[in-house]
């Protein structure tokens, strides 16, 4: 069975800090791995995601990804943060072929100014 | 760009009304998917459709029903709405080929009284 695991509901960053958003998953096979954002009073959109054709995985707006098999960990991160980087972020997976998707609950990033 | 639309942002219904969200896809998706969102839960899957007049429970079906007569078109039916289903809810669509990531709607928060 899938499962994510999103560590820290909320972080702080400040604007042009590093931002590190964990997240952990659990897969009986191979997974299929996302980051999804979410601004307010929006829906999801896609930041990127892993496939299985490269471990680093780049995204929109600066968004980057590793994938870590050993570690099981697929965290986000952004080298200098934005105040329009304030949002939801969630984590995501699915097995491969199965398109249920399993979310993690997400981290709210604030950035202060 | 794949637009999914819902048809209303915000709802006020009653308690013990019969309530329908629905949701359209523009990209001939085979699969659509609703998820209720609240606060520290992160998405929580209702139910799911991979074809037309399909459907699957996801972790959450108590109390709600889906419809999906055409390929573009999934509705959610709240049988007899509660003030515990006031909520955000999320409609999503993908393709069926393994890794592609799902496509939100702006959601529709509905408030139960």
């Known amino acids: 069975a899938q499962s994510v695991t999103q560590l820290g509901s909320h972080v702080s960053v400040s604007e042009g800090a590093l931002v590190l958003l964990r997240c952990n998953y659990s897969?009986?096979?191979?997974?299929?791995l996302f980051w999804y954002v979410q601004y307010p009073n929006q829906g999801l959109q896609l930041l990127l995601k892993?496939?299985?054709?490269?471990?680093l995985v780049k995204g929109i707006n600066g968004f980057e990804a590793e994938f870590k098999k050993s570690e099981t960990s697929f965290h986000l991160t952004k080298p200098s943060a934005h105040m329009s980087d304030a949002a939801e972020y969630f984590c995501?997976?699915?097995?491969?072929?199965?398109?249920?998707?399993?979310f993690g609950t997400g981290t709210k990033l604030q950035v202060i100014p | 760009d794949v637009k999914v639309t819902q048809s209303s942002r915000y709802l006020v219904k009653r308690t013990g009304e019969k309530v329908f969200l629905e949701c359209v896809q523009d990209?001939?998706?085979?699969?659509m998917f609703w998820y209720r969102q609240d606060p520290g839960l992160g998405l929580r899957l209702i139910y799911f459709s991979y074809d037309v007049k399909m459907k699957e429970k996801g972790d959450i079906p108590e109390g709600y029903s889906v419809s999906r007569e055409k390929k573009e078109r999934f509705s959610l039916i709240l049988e007899s709405a509660s003030t515990n289903q006031t909520s955000m809810y999320l409609c999503?669509?993908?393709?069926?080929?393994?890794?592609?990531?799902?496509?939100f709607g702006d959601g529709t928060r509905l408030s139960i009284l």
């Open positions: 897969s009986s096979v191979p997974p299929y």
């Open positions: 990209m001939d998706h085979e699969n």
């Open positions: 892993y496939t299985s054709a490269a471990t």
């Open positions: 995501a997976v699915t097995e491969g072929g199965y398109q249920k998707v399993t």
């Open positions: 999503a669509s993908s393709l069926t080929i393994g890794g592609q990531p799902q496509h």
